[in-house]
């Protein structure tokens, strides 16, 4: 079992950027996937990013715009998610998860993080 604290969170204004980090208390760290997920209101989880054995992962289209940036230090047993140019429609909760292997959807995960509320005013 995985403890992940996520923090970071907070309101900002459109075109802000925000770091947000996930702490975590486990043994062989560097061997987890660590993934950040988002879930708004009425919304189902969705993924954002993650960072297995191949190095990081984000949607094209945030990697692209370079919006999106997830980073970890394993030596600190921390994950990033460098969060630039924001958007409204980014407005969710923020998840940390750790699993064993990477993948996109949520279910591959078995353990999470509590979540930190991320809003960004129009």
């Known amino acids: 079992q995985v403890l992940l604290v996520e923090s970071g969170g907070g309101l900002v204004q459109a075109g802000d950027s925000l770091r947000l980090s996930c702490a975590a208390s486990?043994?062989?760290?560097?061997?987890?996937?660590m993934a950040w997920f988002r879930q708004a209101p009425g919304k189902e989880r969705e993924f954002v990013a993650l960072f297995g054995p191949t190095g990081p992962y984000t949607l094209a289209a945030d990697s692209e715009e370079g919006r999106f940036t997830i980073s970890r230090d394993n030596a600190k047993n921390t994950v990033y998610l460098q969060m630039n140019s924001l958007k409204p429609e980014d407005t969710a909760v923020y998840y940390c998860?750790?699993?064993?292997?990477?993948?996109?959807?949520?279910?591959?995960?078995?353990?999470w993080g509590q979540g930190t509320q991320v809003t960004v005013s129009s």
């Open positions: 486990a043994r062989a760290f560097g061997s987890y996937v």
């Open positions: 998860a750790a699993g064993p292997v990477q993948s996109t959807t949520p279910k591959q995960y078995n353990n």
